[in-house]
């Protein structure tokens, strides 16, 4: 980038021990990110890698310099961030694009920010067009473009500026399957390329084949609250090869890391295990069953990442839901692998009334939250609480955009447990049979 | 802090609020017309600048993150963001917000043109004084041709202006898609195959390029990371200590001016019509929805209806309904019937309109899909409306009938007190209070009244409409 900082030896980027907080709704902080530290140099790619709610989009809108760190610093080239970061550009999960400028418009816009005059402006931004691949499509408007098109747009005005440093939140999951494969390969012939105008690349993803693919670095994030897990080099040649031997068994690797090492609920949540700090995962009990009766027709025992590429799937949807059979015990993992329980057997044998009986039990033992919820419920005469209670409850613990995803959790279980009911008008939830253990 | 204040400005009836200004104005200008004329351009300024303010400030409010992003990470000056980001971003909601209040403009228009302060009667040239001649003067033929005068001139305005804006705006729009229908203008096409917005466009590009080098200097759009907060705390209290200061200043001088001049009897005067002029409003929004809602469900559920009937009720919402008192004043006179009755259809000529064209626009957002399901499972008649229809159309019946209230309150003022020839009709309420207060240049009374109406309207806004919303939005929303 143009930009020269005090220090061109200083490292491209540093973060330095940073937590970032939010304030709970009675004064207590809720931590996102916790302690830490990142260098990122000249040369390379590093790629984020977490679940989602491991705090991985949030550590690079810091590094953006668009939101500030509760405490640490974030250093580009020796200076700490006062503001947007002047050597990054970035590139978006749902591409950003101003709709109501043209493709040319878009990518003109940081050169014409930077003051630059009109004509080089014009030159600068059809060669960045050309290079991506945009030929022709200088006066479309991005709702005229596929999603894939778009993308291309959205690198064009990230490459165009020339920034030091290039950031990418998710660029490619909103893409299908083939779109993003190609959007990838062609990534990684920009990068071989000489001209190549950023210095370094760090991308945020789910998808650890994606990040095994492009990146020298893989620092994986652990949720709540985020901190750096583990950190992974890739020191496979380009172009990479996925069934190349090598690069499964990063992919299992960084499998296992992702999912491993996580407190599991194997057997009964420790004692202490309560609302507050064990989180429903978001999965739906359809979900769960679909993925017992794939686990059981994989002869009760599956490689996750088989797994989930067979189903086109990224870990990001999968591990929710294997998270949620392992908390009610219908599923085992170990390491990358998953087996189906004896429960989860049975369970998965059993007919509608049945099962939702089995499952009635297993979520209100082993689901904090709905324990809690049907402990009160039954210790309340008339059997009946209003919502905004719990809601309460557990802002305590979490966000607003968290509690109400937890509670449509406990919800959608103890509903299809027949284990309480809910009236959505009055928003209130209330006992479907005062009698503990019987079920209609 | 200053949310709830445009809140309030917005929902404030404009009529009474022209006859305190008109004072002011003719203050400052005494004896030349331009007093008046300013004065009038003023009330018709203030009756759309709220709203659009409001309007305005929702859609900086819902801007999209990532744009945000986007704009600071370029780096892009206060006024490239401006105009790149903020006012595109602002267009379509600013569009409809405009031809809303403008049609409602042509209203207060043609009352501000003629209006009595101090028992004097100022009249502006323009079809709105004319209006109120020919009616002064029964010439019933004169009155027939103004109101063929503003239906040409509400067409030409909505073909030359509003179709080729609304049209032209769609390249406004978020979001993937265009709409499956979109609006065309045979004006706008027309502009377009010829040379003149590329003339102009290099006209003003080297302009363009040099204010966007000048403003350079208000800086960029980015904010600093750190904020120190004890001084923002600081700042934010001050701030509002100063406003509720003024706002306890003005109250407190404004109840000792009440009282010095009328007493405080008169707020419970003011109160008593205001329930009165109240139960118009009330019987007009029930026999109105009562009426409209099943003929605006007819034409919004029948597409080819709906592209006649959409442009004909939005030319009626925008006709002012001032020009046809006089012959509803007629009828009245004619048939005995009493204008305490009688100002409600006077009311509802003006704002029935809102409510028939939000429930159009309603019913043909109904998904197909529903409807299909509806005729599968062989919905009878009552029950197809029960389940689907009502419960579909529920959120844009709030949106017509807040409004359409509102306007009701507004016209109260003119529709209270009629008169044609040598007769006058005035009937009990709020609305006749205001007027003849103005009329007799009572400050006082004028005041009082209008600050009892601000109070029903704001209020009955926070504790009724408010409501409805919501429960609009988190039960009867279709997406």
């Not at chain 2, 006082?444 to 601000?454: E, F, P, Q």
Request: aromatic share 8%.
């Amino acid at each position: 980038m143009t930009v020269l900082a005090p220090t061109r030896h200083a490292p491209l980027l540093e973060v330095d021990r940073i937590s970032r907080s939010f304030p709970g709704a009675d004064g207590s902080a809720l931590t996102v990110l916790d302690d830490i530290t990142v260098t990122i140099r000249d040369g390379e790619i590093v790629a984020l890698l977490g679940k989602s709610g491991s705090g991985k989009s949030t550590l690079l809108r810091t590094i953006a310099g668009l939101i500030a760190p509760t405490s640490g610093e974030v250093r580009y080239r020796g200076a700490p961030l006062t503001g947007a970061n002047p050597g990054a550009s970035m590139v978006f999960q749902s591409f950003a694009l101003l709709p109501w400028l043209t493709v040319q418009g878009n990518v003109e816009l940081g050169l014409r920010a930077a003051g630059l005059p009109a004509e080089e402006c014009r030159e600068r931004a059809l060669a960045a067009i050309d290079a991506i691949g945009l030929d022709g499509f200088e006066t479309a408007y991005p709702r005229e473009l596929s999603g894939g098109m778009r993308q291309r747009v959205g690198f064009a005005r990230a490459f165009v500026t020339q920034p030091d440093l290039l950031l990418m939140d998710e660029p490619f999951s909103a893409l299908d399957v083939l779109t993003s494969e190609n959007l990838r390969g062609e990534l990684t012939d920009l990068w071989g390329s000489p001209d190549f105008p950023t210095s370094s690349i760090c991308i945020v993803t789910h998808n650890i084949e994606e990040a095994v693919l492009l990146a020298d670095r893989v620092l994986v994030l652990g949720a709540n609250p985020g901190r750096i897990k583990d950190e992974v080099t890739i020191g496979l040649s380009r172009p990479r090869d996925r069934h190349d031997p090598a690069f499964e068994a990063l992919v299992d690797r960084l499998y296992a890391i992702l999912t491993g090492r996580e407190p599991r609920q194997e057997s009964l949540p420790v004692p202490s295990a309560g609302p507050l700090n064990t989180p429903l995962p978001a999965a739906g009990v359809d979900g769960m069953a679909g993925l017992v009766e794939l686990v059981h027709g994989a002869g009760d025992s599956v490689e996750l990442p088989d797994l989930a590429e067979s189903l086109l799937f990224e870990v990001d949807d999968l591990l929710p839901l294997v998270d949620a059979a392992g908390m009610l015990g219908l599923l085992a993992t170990d390491g990358a692998a998953v087996r189906v329980t004896e429960t989860g057997a049975s369970w998965q044998r059993a007919g509608i009334l049945d099962r939702k009986a089995a499952f009635a039990t297993l979520a209100e033992n082993r689901a904090p939250l709905v324990r809690t919820i049907v402990t009160a419920l039954r210790a309340t005469p008339g059997g009946v609480i209003r919502e905004g209670f719990f809601r309460d409850l557990l802002r305590r613990g979490y966000s607003a955009a968290d509690t109400e995803e937890q509670l449509d959790i406990a919800i959608d279980w103890g509903r299809y447990g027949e284990l309480f009911h809910y009236d959505a008008v009055r928003g209130s939830l209330g006992l479907d049979d005062p009698d503990p253990g019987g079920h209609r | 802090m200053l949310i709830p204040l445009l809140d309030v400005l917005q929902s404030v009836p404009v009529l009474g609020f022209l006859s305190v200004t008109m004072t002011i104005w003719l203050a400052l200008f005494p004896t030349t017309e331009l007093g008046i004329e300013l004065a009038s351009v003023f009330a018709i300024f203030t009756s759309q600048v709220w709203n659009m303010t409001f309007a305005f400030y929702q859609s900086l409010v819902t801007q999209p993150r990532d744009l945000d992003e986007v704009a600071r990470l370029l780096r892009l000056t206060r006024w490239q963001r401006f105009w790149r980001l903020d006012v595109p971003h602002g267009v379509i909601p600013l569009t409809w917000n405009g031809m809303m209040s403008f049609g409602g403009g042509w209203f207060f228009l043609v009352a501000s043109e003629v209006i009595s302060v101090n028992n004097e009667t100022f009249a502006l040239p323009g079809i709105g004084a004319y209006v109120a001649a020919a009616s002064e003067q029964e010439q019933i033929g004169r009155l027939l041709l103004a109101i063929v005068t503003m239906i040409c001139m509400i067409l030409v305005v909505d073909v030359v202006f509003w179709r080729p804006l609304t049209a032209w705006m769609e390249r406004f729009r978020g979001g993937d898609t265009g709409p499956a229908e979109p609006q065309r203008s045979i004006v706008l096409d027309l502009l377009r195959r010829s040379n003149l917005p590329r003339l102009l466009g290099r006209a003003l590009r080297p302009a363009g390029w040099l204010l966007d080098r000048i403003t350079r200097v208000f800086g960029v759009t980015d904010r600093p990371l750190h904020v120190d907060a004890a001084r923002r705390r600081i700042g934010d209290t001050v701030f509002t200590v100063v406003v509720l200061a003024l706002l306890a200043w003005g109250l407190v001088e404004m109840l000792l001016y009440i009282e010095m001049r009328t007493g405080l009897g008169e707020v419970v005067v003011a109160t008593g019509l205001g329930l009165v002029t109240f139960g118009r409003v009330v019987i007009l929004l029930v026999v109105a929805s009562i009426v409209w809602v099943p003929v605006g469900l007819w034409i919004g559920l029948d597409p080819t209806v709906t592209r006649i009937a959409q442009p004909v009720v939005q030319v009626l919402a925008s006709f002012p309904a001032n020009f046809l008192f006089p012959f509803v004043t007629l009828l009245l006179l004619h048939t005995g019937i009493g204008i305490d009755a009688g100002g409600i259809v006077l009311m509802a000529l003006g704002s029935q309109w809102y409510i028939l064209f939000n429930v159009i626009a309603g019913a043909s957002a109904i998904p197909d899909d529903l409807r299909e399901a509806a005729t599968m499972l062989r919905l009878g008649r009552r029950q197809r409306w029960r389940t689907l229809y009502l419960p579909a159309v529920f959120g844009s019946w709030v949106t017509g009938a807040v409004t359409a209230a509102g306007g009701a309150w507004n016209a109260s003022i003119v529709a209270e007190i009629v008169s044609y020839g040598g007769h006058t009709l005035e009937a009990t309420g709020l609305g006749a209070y205001i007027a003849r207060a103005t009329e007799t240049g009572d400050a006082a009374r004028t005041l009082v009244g209008v600050a009892v109406m601000s109070l029903f309207v704001v209020g009955l806004n926070r504790v009724f409409w408010h409501r409805l919303y919501a429960l609009a939005a988190s039960r009867f929303s279709l997406t």
